[in-house]
């Protein structure tokens, strides 16, 4: 199983906190923004990166789960 991660820019605040917990899966771009660095996961990867979208104040993180 693949998880495919996406950020939403427009619900994104620019906290950071996704990439304090999660540098090498998730970046700023130059607006302040979180983006994935990774946009296709797979376990462990999945398990960890899910704790992250829950840590997301603004709910904009978001993990689909796709069968291969
Ligand atoms: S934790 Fe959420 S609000 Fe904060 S930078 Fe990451 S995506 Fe944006």
């Known amino acids: 199983m693949n998880a495919k ?5 427009s619900l994104c605040r620019g906290t950071a906190l996704c990439v304090a917990l999660a540098p ?26 899910e704790a992250i979208v829950d840590c997301c104040p603004n709910g904009a993180i978001a993990l689909e789960m796709e069968n291969e």
């Open 24 to 49: 090498k899966v998730f970046r700023l771009n130059a607006s302040g923004e979180g983006f994935p660095v990774v946009r296709l996961l797979r376990q462990p990867d999945i398990a960890s990166v």
């Open 5 to 9: 991660l996406t950020v939403d820019g």
